[in-house]
């Protein structure tokens, strides 16, 4: 049986939504990010509850918390049926609203991928010389010559 080919090229199957997920929870960063703050009501359709609470989860995970330790993520729980949202503020003064009424949370955290986390510094590897002598101490010192 033969693998269908797509319009885009692809010649094997998506791996799933799971995997899809978990890519792009893995390329989250916050370095390009002031503040996050999450708002939503919690009375509101179940969907959307559950959209913005799963989005919440992956955003507060400690391995992501730790890109950028300056920023600081904000939870606004309200009760006067507003629509759920994320408002970013932005290292350059700029803001980008997130309205996830009928965003899955793929699409959001492809959506904050490419606009938050491409804005994060890059940063440069320094290599470092090390002398003969710090390599060896380094090693757990000089190496003993059998008698």
């Given at each position: 049986m ?6 885009w ?49 992956y ?48 699409e ?17 590897e ?22």
């Open positions: 033969a693998l269908p080919f797509t319009n090229g692809s010649v094997s199957r998506s791996a799933g939504l799971l995997s899809a997920l978990g890519k792009q929870v893995k390329l989250l960063n916050y370095g390009g990010a002031d503040r996050i703050t999450v708002s939503f009501d919690p009375f509101t359709e179940k969907q959307q509850v559950f959209t913005i609470r799963s989005i919440l989860s955003l507060n995970q400690h391995k992501r918390r730790i890109t950028n330790p300056k920023c600081a993520l904000r939870t606004n729980i309200l009760c006067d049926r507003s629509l759920p949202s994320v408002h970013v503020q932005l290292i350059d003064g700029s803001e980008v609203l997130f309205k996830t009424e009928n965003l899955t949370t793929l959001f955290l492809t959506n904050f991928n490419h606009m938050v986390s491409a804005k994060a510094p890059k940063k440069q320094v290599a470092v010389v090390l002398t003969k002598a710090e390599k060896a101490a380094a090693v757990g010192g000089a190496k003993k010559k059998w008698k």
